[in-house]
């Protein structure tokens, strides 16, 4: 994939509602399991997180504080993904 194209993906990801970026996110996550091999060994674990996944929590802490009573929480939007 081209660097434009993904920027261009990235930027797209940015205007889908938190609903939707789990969506993206779960579609996206069954595809790079499908991808990776089944029995691939972990060589390697890092004792501090990833700039990426500290960047993940902060994003997932982000969306927490958006829920409100009025609206569902991501787990709920979650779950009903799943119907």
């Known amino acids: ?19 939707e970026q789990a969506r993206l996110l779960s579609f996206l996550a069954h595809r790079v399991s499908l991808l990776m091999p089944a029995a691939s060994p972990v060589s390697h674990v890092p004792s501090e997180p990833a700039p990426a996944w500290e960047a993940f929590f902060r ?20 779950l009903a993904m799943q119907r």
């Open 59 to 78: 994003l997932g802490d982000t969306i927490a504080a958006m829920d409100t009573p009025e609206s569902d929480s991501m787990t709920a939007a979650v």
């Open 1 to 19: 994939m081209e660097e434009n194209s993904l920027i261009h993906v990235q930027r797209l990801a940015e205007q889908l509602s938190p609903y």
